[in-house]
Every structure is written in C-alpha cells, then in structure tokens.
C-alpha cells in the first residue's frame, strides 16, 4: 500500500510544489519558522497526493490504455487502492491546512481554498476540468503556480508591477508544460473516451500552443525586478524540447513522451538556475 500511494504521489514532482512555496515564503518573510517548514511538507507530499492520487483514481480507465503509465510517470493504480488513496489523501492533508487556516489570513483563506479546488475538480467526477479545453491547462498550471501565490499572501508580500510578471510568466509556462505532457496521451485519452486540450485541437497545434506560451513567458520575465530578466532564457531549452514536434500527427502523438522526459530532467535543472537567481536577487541591496 505504501509503495503505492508513493507512486501515485509522483515523487518526481514533489519539489515543482513544494519549492514555490518554500522560496516565496522565505524570500517574502526572510526567516525560517513553523508555518515556511509546516507548509513546505504539506506542498511536498500531502498535496502531490491528493492531486496525482485523486488523478490515478479517476483516470483509472484511460490509465489502463497508456503504455507510459505504472512508472515515475504515473501509477496504474489498482482498483483495490482507489478507496484508501482517496483516504489517505485526506486525512493526510487535514492536519496541515488546519494549521495553516489557523496562521493565515480570510485572503490566505482564499488562495488556499481555490488551490485545493483545483486539485479536486481536475479529476473529480462531477467536475472534470482535465476534460475542458485550456481550462485543463488553466486547472493544472493552478495547481504550481497556486503554492507561490499562497505563499506570498500569507507573508503579506506587496504585489508589485515586477512581481505580477514573473507570476504570470510561470503561470504560462504551466499550461505549456501541461498542453504538451498532453500530447503524448492523445490516443490512450482518445479510446477512453476523454477530453482534453490536445484530443479537441490536436497535437501539432497544442505543441504550437505550448512553444508561443512558453516564449510568452519568457518576454514577460523582461519586465521582471533584475536579475529576473534573465530567467527568460531558461525557457529556450523547453521551446527547444517541443521544437521536434511541430508537426506531430496525432496518429504519432505517443513520440512526444521523448520530450516529455526530457521534460522531467530539464524541471531539475531549471530549478537549480532559478534557485541561484533568487539568490542572488535576496543578496542585492
């Protein structure tokens, strides 16, 4: 059970949510205390699970049709876990957003609460917004760009002019990253009979959609408090990484799962540039 409740949880990605939490916090308040250490597990494991584990659960039928799942990818979760996934993910979460609620602010209240929508109504049935078109984007860059901002809130940072537009940048390279991931499921979501970015405009233009708001990202990033500006070239190896599939039929959609896993090794190193930025944007005076 445990081993696959970790599997689901995507450890891959921990650090895509808890990190943004963690810098934003800590670079907005300039201390390490309960709420920067109580709420950088809580993005790293709790919240991975209920999003990817409430996913596998839900998207179990399509699961069994894509080849790239039961690995570092995604789990192929058994029906049996379904119940105690779903359990796990909740009682897991409880504690940290109760504490969480209790050091927070009603704004706080907010950002938090439309964070933790996301991640339901993405897979949820009833809800399924991984099955609306570019609201599925929309949903899932939530779901990364979403810590930041709680983060940010809940240390009661100034939103500046600077600052919007390195939101809006990695808000935008969400729903890159989430329109291409997407392509390489074409088919499997085809035969399953669901919905996504990709299914309804096909995959040579999602990879389109993703490279112009990638390079989108990058040009907003211009406009950021330096040295943030140069966070704009790291978007060049993920129009690179999507470059090869312009014209990607959907009948080879499966071939983007190469990029994609270029995908997941280029997040590790992007974080680490973006880590010495910050660094070095704490360290000016």
Same mark, same amino acid.
């Given at each position: 059970?445990?081993?696959?409740?970790?599997?689901?949880?995507?450890?891959?990605?921990?650090?895509?949510?808890?990190?943004?939490?963690?810098?934003?916090?800590?670079?907005?308040?300039?201390?390490?205390?309960?709420?920067?250490?109580?709420?950088?597990?809580?993005?790293?494991?709790?919240?991975?699970?209920?999003?990817?584990?409430?996913?596998?659960?839900?998207?179990?039928?399509?699961?069994?049709?894509?080849?790239?799942?039961?690995?570092?990818?995604?789990?192929?979760?058994?029906?049996?876990?379904?119940?105690?996934?779903?359990?796990?993910?909740?009682?897991?979460?409880?504690?940290?957003?109760?504490?969480?609620?209790?050091?927070?602010?009603?704004?706080?209240?907010?950002?938090?609460?439309?964070?933790?929508?996301?991640?339901?109504?993405?897979?949820?049935?009833?809800?399924?917004?991984?099955?609306?078109?570019?609201?599925?984007?929309?949903?899932?860059?939530?779901?990364?760009?979403?810590?930041? $901002?709680?983060?940010? $809130?809940?240390?009661?940072?100034?939103?500046?002019?600077?600052?919007?537009?390195?939101?809006?940048?990695?808000?935008?390279?969400?729903?890159?990253?989430?329109?291409?991931?997407?392509?390489?499921?074409?088919?499997?979501?085809?035969?399953?009979?669901?919905?996504?970015?990709?299914?309804?405009?096909?995959?040579?233009?999602?990879?389109?959609?993703?490279?112009?708001?990638?390079?989108?990202?990058?040009?907003?990033?211009?406009?950021?408090?330096?040295?943030?500006?140069?966070?704009?070239?790291?978007? $060049?190896?993920?129009?690179?990484?999507?470059?090869?599939?312009?014209?990607?039929?959907?009948?080879?959609?499966?071939?983007?799962?190469?990029?994609?896993?270029?995908?997941?090794?280029?997040?590790?190193?992007?974080?680490?540039?973006?880590?010495?930025?910050?660094?070095?944007?704490?360290?000016?005076?």
């Amino acid at each position: 059970m445990l081993r696959a409740l970790f599997i689901s949880s995507r450890p891959l990605s921990w650090v895509n949510t808890a990190f943004p939490f963690a810098a934003a916090y800590f670079l907005a308040t300039g201390r390490i205390d309960v709420t920067l250490i109580v709420g950088t597990i809580f993005f790293l494991i709790p919240y991975n699970l209920a999003m990817y584990g409430i996913n596998d659960v839900f998207d179990y039928e399509s699961d069994l049709r894509n080849p790239r799942k039961g690995g570092v990818e995604g789990a192929l979760l058994d029906p049996r876990m379904h119940r105690p996934t779903i359990i796990a993910a909740v009682v897991s979460s409880v504690p940290f957003v109760v504490y969480l609620v209790i050091v927070g602010s009603p704004l706080s209240w907010l950002v938090l609460a439309i964070s933790l929508f996301a991640v339901v109504a993405y897979s949820a049935k009833g809800l399924r917004f991984k099955e609306r078109p570019f609201l599925d984007s929309v949903t899932s860059s939530t779901h990364f760009v979403s810590p930041a $901002v709680y983060a940010l $809130v809940l240390a009661g940072a100034v939103f500046t002019p600077q600052l919007w537009a390195v939101l809006v940048a990695y808000f935008l390279w969400g729903m890159a990253s989430h329109a291409f991931g997407a392509v390489q499921d074409i088919l499997a979501d085809r035969e399953a009979g669901i919905s996504s970015i990709a299914t309804v405009i096909g995959g040579r233009a999602t990879v389109r959609f993703a490279i112009v708001a990638y390079a989108l990202g990058g040009v907003l990033l211009l406009f950021s408090e330096w040295p943030g500006p140069l966070a704009g070239v790291l978007v $060049v190896p993920y129009i690179l990484m999507c470059a090869p599939f312009w014209n990607v039929t959907d009948a080879a959609a499966e071939t983007a799962n190469r990029g994609w896993r270029r995908f997941l090794l280029l997040n590790f190193v992007t974080g680490f540039l973006v880590t010495m930025l910050l660094i070095w944007w704490a360290l000016l005076p």
